[in-house]
């Protein structure tokens, strides 16, 4: 039965979207095309069908999950995307979190074409978060991501019960939340505000 064309977009979409939760969760060494395929409910031989190479689906999957983050922060205050990013429930969900702290260190070994797609979806998450809060610095944006960022990877990096990972996310989640409240507001930035 020939495939019609909405539905072979619609396939290609679900292959996208699976393979950026497998890429998130594996890594890019850690998963071939036949499992991606496999796991998005096709034969590896429909793969060339879609795309031209593994790294042309890397490039699309890293889009697709760097632009639903992207989409998920629009009007997020910056302390409340602080908690959220720097949760135990973010850190334990690779497959369904941030690409960026995912995937951000198997990028750096990348092509610069793969590389160029990180770039535009660094650029779009500042852009959100300098639109959510247009007081603060786009230094200050940049300083708060790349320190979330870094706190969420050195967790991971820990075994999942350390005391370690946890501490990590909790120093950093309190020192960023400080840095970012006036200094009359300190304690009011903190109230209510636990991680999701």
Do not use: W
């Not at 639903?68 to 690779?94: P, W």
């Amino acid at each position: 039965m020939k495939v019609t064309k909405a539905q072979a977009q619609a396939n290609r979409a679900h292959i996208v979207e699976t393979s950026s939760t497998l890429f998130r969760e594996r890594g890019y060494d850690g998963v071939g095309v036949a499992d991606l395929m496999a796991a998005a409910g096709f034969t590896h031989g429909g793969f060339y069908k879609h795309f031209k190479s593994k790294a042309d689906l890397m490039g699309e999957s890293a889009t697709c999950g760097i632009n639903k983050t992207a989409e998920q922060l629009h009007g997020i205050q910056l302390a409340d995307f602080v908690n959220f990013y720097l949760s135990r429930k973010h850190r334990d969900e690779k497959g369904k979190g941030c690409t960026l702290a995912a995937l951000g260190g198997d990028a750096a070994r990348q092509s610069d074409d793969i590389k160029a797609v990180y770039e535009a979806g660094i650029e779009g998450v500042l852009e959100v978060l300098q639109g959510n809060e247009p007081k603060v610095s786009r230094a200050e944006i940049i300083d708060t991501f790349a320190h979330v960022l870094g706190a969420l990877i050195l967790s991971r990096a820990c075994p999942d019960d350390s005391p370690l990972a946890d501490e990590v996310l909790s120093v950093c989640r309190e020192q960023i939340l400080d840095k970012l409240a006036p200094q009359g507001d300190k304690k009011q930035v903190h109230q209510g505000r636990q991680p999701v």
